[in-house]
């Protein structure tokens, strides 16, 4: 094989990364542009180095024109995402960001497929108000967005805790060693002394990142098989947890996952991240570091929507980058070991874990946690939360466990659980009980469509169909994003949903049900009038045609109503 | 509103006559009209007025100047606008590239060269940075463009049903406003750099051999001449008020404020009327039908019954008198007394007997004539009787928001909504709800120009001034502004602006925002007392700030506050003073001095209400 030159894409840097650079290491004029009383916005360039401090500046896209011909600026507030890794959080924590949403954002905690918390609707005079009661209980939002290693997940699955404690761990310690260490957080939000003089040194200030980060966001998973409910494969790097018995063995590493691309253009694409090897666990922090350091020496700063490592692995070839990344490690990687994974969804309600205690998962819709007219979840939880002595743990799926009951505790939850008619999903179909939608309108600002706010009337209109064919027990996985960028992991359900434009989506098909194939593009530009009539075609042939067992997504493939998509660079083929 | 011999002074002939024509007139050809009959009978000839000399052969050479205005959603298109704007300049070109969010337009009437740059969003929809300008342009006000040439690039997604709309829609506008399409429209799908590029050699392909040719020959566009127009000397006054025709009516706060502000646009074409900053502008308006039919139910009228509403013998129907002519919503203590004789209730007997004044006043707090009507009868009067004790409606002023030299031909309001309870009923501001619930774009509202010689503008236009103006009483001060920019003036200004809340009762923010970038407007700062637990107000603000503020007056600056005259104009005064106090090291007696002769030197100007 020729050897490949290790080098980045020519062309110009992209403005980001002349913001980045100009930035002193996140600063630029922050501090001051929170301040201004004229605009409750922040300028362009602010707002990009504000996502490297987990915070978006957003606007309320329902009035945005309306505003404008107002005179008004646009409805600004700011999205608030906080890190928990592996998506663990106390009882006190919950408090306290159930506080917050109260007090300063919307009345609605978000909980997103990368298991994190999310405040939607905070204004810039409450920004930093609420970001000092986020670290006051322990929490950060630091490199909760941005050019950087985003919030680590890792499978929470009570079923096998004392493995999960241990993973849990790896997944913090990658976590902790791959923040940014810029002390401009500590002095923009909680007032933290100055550092005399910003270093004149690059890289002084960030030994890992350099003054400019990394080309684009960075993902990290580990999944516990045989739930496959991070999504291991959509990575940049999934770490896949091999335990032999009954023990942490190590971690299987695969690397150049994404699911970001852009409409219509073919030179963007989904990819799943490949398995190139195993390491131990004592290992993991290390590879993650020399992984990520490839991505930021070699990836794409010139052009941002081809800048995700998938495209730095797929340009220098799998076996280029493993051989790097072994110089850099200065050992080489195992072989991989055998795994196998069954699903991506959660198993709802309540599971026996290791020395007595329990574990309660919770359908949350959306992951959104509020009061609703008739369900009062968001006082329910905070009840909880009141008397709970375990934790809280956010899934992937955008659901939530009460971990660790003790069977002392578990009468009184249970009470709660009952008194608020808390859910387990059960006496929702199977489908829906394996949906996910991301934010979409009105709040994020690439959105083209609705999903969190439309997907459950989609799929109220769906499960009639679900229940005409007899397959209201049968799971498949169905997800809707507002936009291309996949927040909500769109191509890797076996029914996926892309906003194009309000009211119309592209329909994709066929990925597996356990994560492990993309799905492809069926019927483009439509809106739920065609998307109803696909799917009671659809899922009528699936109901009488399938054979024993049989996903939904291997089954359309079979009969051949979509191609096998193999690989993403055969995706759009 | 079909004539009558009722409800007009015409002979059954000439009203039949009228009623065939009137409804056959354009708004424009009516607005002729009024302009015309007006200043005839004024015995101003308007028929022969001359047509504007055409100078043929003279005419001013083509401009260099190029405007290039986008709508983008994600970026492209404007990346494309301003690579177009930088090689225009590369050959020598004055390009100017600008968000049609930022553009207004107002000021199409002078671009005589036009490039947009435009996508096109959803499901055909203009990007959300384009919105405004769109409409605008398919809207009744859009100009006549006879002067523009214009070429349109189109970004588009073949995928999407209403492929490149956007772009298609401004082509086909700008056509039917006059435009000239120089260079044909290109339409380009997401792999647009191929056809945009050949649009942009093409388009500077077109200009360039125009601007060579121009150099030495005739230009290529011909002077387009102006319609003769009739120019009416101004014959509309208080008596004669102007009918003018609203073009825009918004609600200026944002979803979830406690107040309404309405922000109306109104057409003096043809009119004659000229103002200047600082001037107000006087409405006729009607009252609020509800509350004359209540009034005719109290009452048993018949709505139809003929009444006589002046000393002229101008008749008209109850109703109508009680809409238009007559002022129902003020109680006053003249109106009791002479409503006293026509009731036998010995209770307003009483009210208006000697000795009983504050009782009086009391009882006519928060009340209107049907209070009146309902707690003092039985009446023995007929409606004549009523409407003859009744005084005349009288207009309301506002402070004008607008400059004609930004908007030649309109004239700007901004009007806050008045409504409130009082004795059990919902009372409402007859002017401004009426602006608020009644008028619609395309209506006419009867008005005239008040001057206001006490609040104006310094002569020298590098005078600093300096700005107080909470609520609606920051109109006048964007009319200031839109002067300053239109005159070019360069004299540093400051504005202290405050109402309830930031999000949604920050009136005319973004303008604000871009007089601020531009440097029109060289400060601003506000209060928004509902958002802090601590109230806050302007002269908090300015306390703040007094060291600054005391800079300026020792500069020269001239001080203007707008708005309420009984609590804010009293605090903003005492804060002035003391400001002065403290920063010019002076004793009370001083600092009223100082105050004093700036007002002799009208350097302190109010327009409080």
Redesign the interface.
Known sequence: MAKVELKAPEGPPSDVERIKRESRYLRGTLAETMED????GIPDDDNRLMKFHGSYLQDDRD???????????P?YQFMIRVRTPGGVATPEQWLVMDELARKYANGTLKLTTRQAFQLHGV?K?NVKKTMQAINGALMTTLAACGDVNRNVMCNPNPYQSEVHAEVYEWAKLISDHLLPRTRAYYEIWLDDEKVAGTPQVDGEEEPIYGPTYLPRKFKIGIAVPPSNDVDVFSQDIGLIAIVEDGKLAGFNVAIGGGMGMT???KTTYPQLAKVIGFCKPDQVVEVAEKIMTIQRDYGNRSSRKHARFKYTVDRLGLETVKEELERRLGWKLGEARPYHFEHTGDRYGWVEGVNGTWHFTLFVEGGRVKDYDDYKLMTGLREIAKVHTGDFRLTANQNLIIANVTSEKKPEIEALIAEYGLTDGRRYTALRRNALACVALPTCGLA?AEAERYLPKLLDKIEEMIDENGLRDDEITIRMTGCPNGCARHVLAEIAFVG?????YNMYLGAAFNGTRLGKLYR??IGEEEILRELRVLLSRYAKERLDGEHFGDFVIRVGIVKEVTDGTNFHD | MQLQVTNSPFTEEQIALLNRLLPTLTPAQKLWLSGYLAAAEAAVAVLDAEAPALFAGSSKPVSKEVTVLYGSQTGNAQKLAEKAGKALKERGFEAKVLSMLDFKPNELKKVETLLVVVSTHGEGDPPDNAVSFYEFLHSKRAPKLNHLRFSVLALGDTSYEQFCQTGKDFDKRLEELGGTRFYPRVDCDVDYEEAAAKWLDGVLGELSKEANANAGAAPLLSAVAAAPKAEPVAVYSRKNPFPAEVLENINLNGRGSNKETRHLELSLEGSGLKYEPGDALGIFPKNDPELVDLVIQEMKWNPEETVTIDKDGEVRSLKEALTSHFEITVLTKALLQKLAPLSKNSALQELVAPGNEAKLKEYAKGRDLLDALRDFGPWDAAPQQIISILRKMPPRLYSIASSLAAYPDEVHLTIGAVRYESHGRLRKGVCSTFCAERIQIGDTLPVFVQPNPNFKLPKDPDTPIIMIGPGTGVAPFRAFMQEREATGANGKSWLFFGDQHFMTDFLYQTEWLAWLKSGVLTRMDVAFSRDTERKVYVQHRMQERSKELFGWLEEGAVVYVCGDKQHMARDVHQTLIEIIEKEGGMSREQAEAYVTEMQKQKRYQRDVY
């Not at chain 1, 009383?37 to 409750?40: T, V």
């Not at chain 1, 945005?64 to 600026?73: P, S």
């Open positions: 009383p004229l605009s409750a009035v945005r024109t309306e505003r404008q011909k107002q005179k008004l600026e409805a204004l005079w409409h219509g253009d083209m194009k434009a309000v009211g119309k483009e530009n």
